[in-house]
């Protein structure tokens, strides 16, 4: 209806003048993706031991494993939301607009990559802190994982975000 798209402009604007307005939002997202990473690893855990028979019976690090499987499986999630959003409700892919879709970025699909980069810190972080129980070699030697933390911070700080978030979801979830 008419007045429920003049509330969503003006929540849009708003959203666009006040709160997203500062220029360290994309860095902020980072903050509140390693933020987002401790919930979601602490939620895992909370959940398992109440849904989950066999979680009591795991060692520590087989714990630790479960859940930051959770929180892995949390930032798959939210990408995998975000990405949909970003193709099927915006016009960022909308062949109306100029210039190719791989400049093109939004506050939404910035953060998300930021979010993104927040996860990236907080896996690798995790991979060091309990080498080599928590991802040996596999992880720590191949510089894939490590550049790909790094591209996302790029792409967070240059603006290219859009295809970044696209192109991550596609990579991760389709083998």
Known sequence: TMAMAAYSNQAQAMMRDYLL???????????????????AYDLTRIL?????????????I???EW??????????IFIAAVSVYLVASTDLFSDRLNGPITFRSSIISTSALGVSV????TDLAMIFWLFPSLGGMEYVGTPSYSFSG?????DVVRGGAVLHV???YFRNNHP
């Open 21 to 39: 307005a500062d220029p360290l939002v994309p860095y902020t997202s980072v903050l509140i993706g390693v933020f987002l990473c401790k919930m």
């Open 118 to 121: 927040g996860y990236f810190i």
């Open 48 to 60: 398992s031991s109440f849904y989950f028979k066999g979680y009591s019976s795991l060692t520590k």
């Open 62 to 64: 087989q714990r630790v």
């Open 166 to 168: 696209h192109d991550s």
């Open 150 to 154: 790094c591209n996302s911070l790029h």
């Open 67 to 76: 859940n930051n499987r959770g929180m892995s499986s949390a930032h798959a």
